[in-house]
């Protein structure tokens, strides 16, 4: 049975930081690419950053320079560290493993920047 489970979201101040877990489980979590995707209310689900092979990493425009993605093979986890963050960055946060044509979600994890 497929699993991937985010922690680490909550309420955060304009220019704090947090970090997003995803943990993994029931697929070969190496041979896959682990994404973080983002969905603000009244948005579309946007891409924040992905991680492959090889620790070859993307970001979204909106978040390079602040967001670090990385992968623990031993431990099926992927993370997000995101810094300086902003309001604009408030959204649920989804954890996305994909490889061939198979592709999973997690439930998704709040994160909400407010003074």
């Known amino acids: 049975q497929v699993q991937l489970v985010e922690s680490g979201g909550g309420l955060v101040q304009p220019g704090g930081s947090l970090r997003l877990s995803c943990a993994a489980s029931?697929?070969?979590?190496?041979?896959?690419?682990m994404s973080w995707y983002r969905q603000a209310p009244g948005k579309q689900r946007e891409l924040v950053a992905g991680?492959?092979?090889?620790?070859?990493?993307n970001y979204g425009e909106s978040v390079k320079g602040r967001f670090t993605i990385s992968r623990d093979n031993a431990k099926n986890t992927v993370y997000l560290q995101m810094n300086s963050l902003k309001p604009e960055d408030t959204a649920v946060y989804y954890c996305?493993?994909?490889?061939?044509?198979?592709?999973?979600w997690g439930q998704g994890t709040q994160v909400t920047v407010s003074s």
């Open positions: 996305h493993a994909r490889h061939s044509w198979y592709n999973y």
């Open positions: 029931g697929f070969t979590f190496s041979s896959y690419v």
């Open positions: 991680i492959r092979s090889g620790d070859i990493t």
